[in-house]
């Protein structure tokens, strides 16, 4: 049993109530469901508790978060554990923590919320006042897909100490604010989204108390061996380290269960299996930290964290030279994982592990630790080196043996240590290649005397350079010894060009680059001991160009300012309309009391189903035999596609798969069982026998040579391209590949399908954007009218476009289940199939070939993009049409060709996501402008304002439109972001520092908003006024995060002219509301928004006579008598949408009902010896127009932003030649954490000046900030054009997104890479 059992994708924590009356945690399983599971691997934090022990050392008592999913419940013995529910309830009282979270507008689709409450809970709970960087970590291991993190970070600052430059920033936006009052004097702008005032103070005192009775068992701990038996588990916890020792004689293969983030995953997804846990939890000498004079004795049991705080103290206690490996520790330990992990992984667990990626393995290595061992036969010690890493039995553990402690020496004198490494992102990411550094000198010279490098990442355990290091002994530290090692490490450390994890040439150049990090920062040492110890030895002097490499990215803690207009000061106060209104759902998020999906309390004679996938990439099913599964305890059936009473989903596009597969990941049939856990096991049982088919078809341009497509290409034409490449001065061609991105909304795809016994209806609870679609595809695969199913949707924990067309593929293979079997049904996906089934984003490849003036005016424009469909049509077409009518972006070009095309592959089918085509091939465009920037020698923001629609014009497809608003956004971010003086700053920048360079960049952005189609335009909604007066809104649209529940409220406030508090929304429900839309396309709050006001118009017509009769009544008086009267107080509000239309035969329309501009700048500083990036600041003007809700949408704009820039830097889709995705995990798919957010992330809300068509002048803000993104994405790659640059290398290199640190690292080409390549050729 696991804390966070996996029980139906939901937690079953142990309450906090349980702390009261513990008398078996096991079997007082409280069903609580704040605690979410997302994950299940520790990645996430959306499983966060906080675990309350004494420390029998200190003891003390010590409160740290966790993540509830990799905690085995048996280990809890003793320890309090609060959950979110613990914490505070809006049915009781609310935590200041919860509030403020809440208020602060930091949660939008609320399902990481409970968990971001419970880090920083834990947090407050150790440091009531904590610092901002505290603050940081603390929440580093918790992902957020929705918000950005900034209104995240914002909450958590109201705790912290405010810090000068927050003060700073905040005098200085509100200077600008008054000038630009001055300038426009009727209009006032806020910098503030909450009233910090209002929030409950924190008051410790209140906090929980750690139970009497744990205490008292504490103080007396028990001795007893502790056993708990499970269905195929034994669990053994003994309470000395005699017995322990004896039981792991007696089971010498058990493991022994620490931290469990090792074991834990490895059981959980790589099929581990051990019979037998031992758990040294009840032990005391294993947290034993003692400190003589020569160095650290750290107990093996002792969390990471706690190891982090003995170092941390340790430095400060003693001279600068003792304790090089401590500081070196100390780094890694900072980025090692999010906080959780560090409170839970052992460092005896950690050593053992002996994972290749290990940050601290290779650290201890090169520090001469030495491992103590204890068995029942006694004690012994073995060094921590390359060959135990290796698992060689000679210098292993014996049968029998544990770790008991481990000997970190002190540094000397003349020695230097230093540690490495390199990820996809800074924090929270497992290294590609880490190492560990020391050099020893023969004091008072540079000649060294003892040398040790030890990597990680490059080999399937830590690697020592032992040959390198022996043959450099006696030398002095200078270049020719640098160029030597270089040699001589790539010789060693030989990565073969097969090796696991791929990026070889990526990861060989780490080693060196390190290296060379590592060289100068000795040579710097040495200079200052020189200056310390005069006539001593001499180094080589080193330029000043060179030592900035030397510092680390600082993690910074982010700040930034919010700009809105407020709303007009004759605007009565409960009129909601414009103002910052906390997301409806809000608290109820950050206290874990919104239901999801599958919180839904388990219904009678309920059964989980999971599926079973295609391991192939095209092959004939031979034979599916599900025998075996079927023996299994707990398996009711098989459902296969003969089962589908009705249609199996379209000719091309099957629900089940029936004789033939088109990828991996393709479902062919489900099994029905008990219990989520049985179901999963049988999944593993069934048999399937496959024929492999050709062609397999995985990559665009294989797709290309293959002429497979999914649908003919889509062209727009203007002008004569070909006579206006004869008339420039230039023409560059160029390529752009954009990889595709996985939506990882937080909620993974889940649905309940509940029989109901009367006339073949359904009820059906999905996570979805679409119900009606869901309705329309369960009724075609059972055969049964649309009218006897309803589909619910309560709230979902994200889309992002991932949740419009699949979930109806869930619900209807649910459906079938629950005919079949006349059991209610729940599907709930876990993230690896998830990742795997449901696709995502269309990676795409874009060739352009542009004519230009020297000046940078572009006369002619060809673009060609294709885009990876994957194996089935689903929305690819519709991807490749929006993809070519948005391809201009802001300029007109007036001979301009742009054609797209969806290739047909076999891999699972891509699919909506936020932007619909935009982000990436809008980045073809931007990407062009550059090249022809870099040819003019000029920036290209001068060739983007060239070239940018200038007055009233008509795009490429002959729309009308003015870019007045577009060339404010662009004028007014140039502004906010002084970018004219800050590029000269990184020009001076750059100038002073060879290693590092800076980039900036500024985007301006034309985002067309809705549909091009009127009927997807259309909205309806029902309003019911009860007798009371309270009201009952209910509309098309669904709650995906985004706030849409909350702005229909504001729209009905104002419409009715009654307090919010009067109304509420419940769910959407397609019994009350049918034949809705997708809400997606950034339309969905619009459109409904206008139902709701012509329902409530239609109300309000209703009761005027009443109210003119009774001008002084109250709203109940109204209602009353109107009720009386007879007057229905039901109303159907109705909107029939905006004209939209495309006519591709004549290559024109008027698709759009309006767009959305915006402008952004980035700036970012790279290190070219490692390809890692830091975002210094960014500025984003957005036009909403008259925004509904400013908190809202400014939240939007940030959370598309973010998910824009891991699109561009650092989210990579891995596949193996076979089709199979392997970035299937948090630990694998880095979407950007709280670190990641600019340092400087600043964003307003252009002042309103023009009243489009939407509802109330608001615009829709969805997806369009995702492609400001982008900024970041050119930023860098500025910063590696003026390395380039420098470096005399071409300019016009080919771009490739995400930039990551690879793609950063070997772009910046210089002798480190050349070695590296010149290795690959003579070796
Ligand atoms: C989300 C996540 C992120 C991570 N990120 C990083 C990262 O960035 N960098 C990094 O280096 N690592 C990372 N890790 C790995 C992490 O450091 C290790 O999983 C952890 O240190 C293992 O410690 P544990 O106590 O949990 O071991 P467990 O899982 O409890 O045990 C692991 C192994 O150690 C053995 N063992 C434990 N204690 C002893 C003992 N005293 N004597 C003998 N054998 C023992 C067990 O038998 C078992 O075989 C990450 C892990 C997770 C889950
Ligand atoms: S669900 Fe536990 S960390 Fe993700
Ligand atoms: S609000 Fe954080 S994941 Fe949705």
Redesign the pocket.
Known sequence: AYGGSQARGRIRAVAAGLRHSHSNVGSELIRLTGTKYACG???CGACTVMVSKRDPMSQKIRHFSV?AC?VPICSLYGAAVTTVEGVGSIKTRLHPVQETLAKSHGTQCGFCSPGMVMSMYALLRNHPRPSEEQLLAALG?NLCRCTGYRPILASGKTFCSVSRRLWGLLCKARMTDRQNHLLLPFIKICTELFEKEEFQPLDPTQELIFPPELLRMAENPEKRTLTFHGERVTWISPGTLKDLLELKMKYPEA???????????AMKSQGQFHPILLS?ARISE?SVVSKTSDGLTVG??CS?AQVKDVLAESISELPEEKTQTYRALLK?LK????QQ?RN???????I??R?C????NPILTVGNTTLNLISKEGTRQIPLSERFLAGLASAD?KPG????SVFIPHSGKWEFVSAFRQ?QCQQ????DVNAGMRVCFREGTDTVEDLSIAYGGVGAATISAQKSCQQLLGRRWDELLLDEACRLLLDEVSLPGWAPGGRVEFRRTLVVSFFFKFYLEVLQELKKQVERFPGTCRSPEISDRFLSVLEDFPVAVPQGVQRYQSVDSHQPLRDPVGRPIMHLSGLKHATGEAIFCDDIPMVDKELCMALVTSTKAHAKIISIDPSEALKLPGVVDVIRAEDIPGTNGAEDDQLLAVDEVLCVGQIICAVVAETAVQARRASEKIKITYEELEPVIFTIEDAIKHNSFLCPEKKLEQGNIEEAFENVDQIVEGEVHVGGQEHFYMETQRVLVIPKTEDKELDIYVSTQDPAHVQKTVSSTLNIPINRITCHVKRVGGGFGGKVGRPALFGAIAAVGAIKTGHPIRLVLDREDDMLITGGRHPLFGKYKVGFMNNGRIKALDIECFINGGCVLDDSEQVTEFLVLKLENAYKIHNLRLRGRACLTNLPSNTAFRGFGFPQGTLVTESCITAVAAKCGLLPEKVREKNMYRTVDKTIYKQAFSPETLIRCWNECLDKSSFPSRRMQVEEFNKKNYWKKRGIAMIPMKFSVGFAATSYHQAAALVHIYTDGSVLVTHGGNELGQGIHTKMLQVASRELRIPMSYLHICETSTATVPNTIATAASIGSDVNGRAVQNACQILMKRLEPIIKKNPEGTWEDWIEAAFEQRISLSATGYFRGYKAFMDWEKGEGDPFPYYVYGAACSEVEIDCLTGAHRKIRTDIVMDACCSLNPAIDIGQIEGAFIQGMGLYTTEELKYSPEGVLHSRG??AYKIPTITDVPQEFNVSLLPSSQTPVTIYSSKGLGESGMFLGSSVFFAITDAVAAARRERDLAEDFTVKSPATPEWVRMACADRFTEMVWNYCLFS
């Not at 980025?335 to 999010?338: E, Q, V």
């Open positions: 691997r520790g990645g993540t990799l291991g493991p022994l269960i620490a931290g469990n983030t090792s074991l834990g995953p040294p294993l093996a049991g990471l890694h980025s090692l994982a999010g992990i839970m992984a052992s460092l005896g667990g950690h053992i592990s994972h990626y290990s940050d601290l553990l043996e544990i770790l008991e990820a929270n990411a497992l290294a948090p630990d």
